[in-house]
C-alpha cells in the first residue's frame, strides 16, 4: 500500500521562527490533507490540497503530484501553533480512505 | 463545525466487557469514519460507512464491529473489550458540497478516551 513519510519527526523553535514541514508520498494520490493536533488532542483540519499552492493566514502549503511531496509552511510560530502536525493521503483506489503519516511534533517556546 | 459529537468522552471498562462509542453528526454527510490513535501514531483506520447500513473494513476492524441505521449515527463495538484497546478514538465524517461541488475533506469529532483494565 501508500506509504506517507513526515519529517522532521520533531522541531523545536523559538517564538516568530518560520518553519517547514514536509510530506511524501509513495504513489499517485486523490486527495492530500494536513491537519494539526494541538496539546489538548483535537484534530483540526488545515488543508486540502491534492495539488497546487493554498494560504490561511500565517499557514501555507504546496502539493507537487508529479514529484509525489507535500509542503506546510508556518511563519512567524506563535505557541498555539504548537502540537503534532499529520499529513494524510487518500490513494486513488481507496473509497475516500486517508493514509496517515506519523506526524511532525512541533514546539513553539516563548 | 462540522456538527460532530461522539459519546461518551471518556470511559473505563473491565477487561471482556462490551463497549459500544457513538458518533453523532447534524449534516447529513455520507461518509463516516471510526479510527483509533495510539502513542507515537498516525490515526488508523477500524470502518467506515459510505451510507446508511453501507460499512467496510479498515486497516485495523479485528476485536470491532460498527453499525449505521440512520444517517446521523455512527456506532463503534467492542464486543468483548481487551487491553489492546485503550486509546483515543476519533471519529469522522467527510463528503461536503463545498462552492457547487463535492469536496472529500475529513472533519473530525472530538475523540473518547477509552480504557479497558
Known amino acids: 500500500g501508500i506509504q506517507v513519510e513526515q519529517s522532521p519527526p520533531d522541531l523545536i523553535l523559538q517564538e516568530g521562527a518560520n518553519s517547514t514541514l514536509r510530506c511524501n508520498f509513495s504513489?499517485?494520490?486523490?486527495?492530500l490533507q494536513w491537519f494539526h493536533q494541538n496539546p489538548w488532542g483535537q484534530l483540526i483540519n488545515l488543508f486540502y490540497?491534492?495539488?497546487?499552492?493554498k494560504q490561511n493566514g500565517r499557514l501555507s502549503a504546496t502539493t507537487v503530484a508529479t514529484e509525489r511531496y507535500s509542503l506546510l509552511y508556518i511563519s512567524s510560530s506563535q505557541t498555539t501553533d504548537s502540537g503534532v502536525y499529520f499529513c494524510?493521503?487518500?490513494?486513488?483506489?481507496?473509497?475516500?480512505?486517508?493514509?496517515w503519516g506519523a506526524g511532525t511534533k512541533l514546539i513553539i517556546k516563548p | 463545525d462540522a456538527g460532530i459529537t461522539q459519546s461518551p468522552r471518556h470511559k473505563v471498562t473491565e477487561t471482556g466487557t462490551p463497549v459500544t462509542l457513538r458518533c453523532h453528526q447534524t449534516e447529513n454527510h455520507r461518509y463516516m469514519y471510526w479510527y483509533r490513535q495510539d502513542p507515537g501514531h498516525g490515526l488508523r483506520l477500524i470502518h467506515y460507512?459510505?451510507?446508511?447500513?453501507?460499512?467496510d473494513k479498515g486497516e485495523v476492524s479485528d476485536g470491532y464491529s460498527v453499525s449505521r441505521s440512520k444517517t446521523e449515527d455512527f456506532l463503534l463495538t467492542l464486543e468483548s473489550a481487551t487491553s489492546s484497546q485503550t486509546s483515543v478514538y476519533f471519529c469522522?465524517?467527510?463528503?461536503?458540497?463545498?462552492?457547487?461541488?463535492?469536496?472529500?475533506?475529513?472533519?473530525f469529532g472530538p475523540g473518547t478516551r477509552l480504557t479497558v483494565t
Open positions: 494524510a493521503v487518500e490513494n486513488m483506489d481507496s473509497n475516500y480512505q486517508l493514509i
Open positions: 490540497i491534492p495539488s497546487g499552492t
Open positions: 504513489d499517485s494520490v486523490n486527495n
Open positions: 469522522a465524517i467527510s463528503e461536503w458540497l463545498l462552492a457547487g461541488e463535492i469536496s472529500y475533506e475529513q472533519y
Open positions: 460507512s459510505y451510507g446508511v447500513k453501507d460499512t
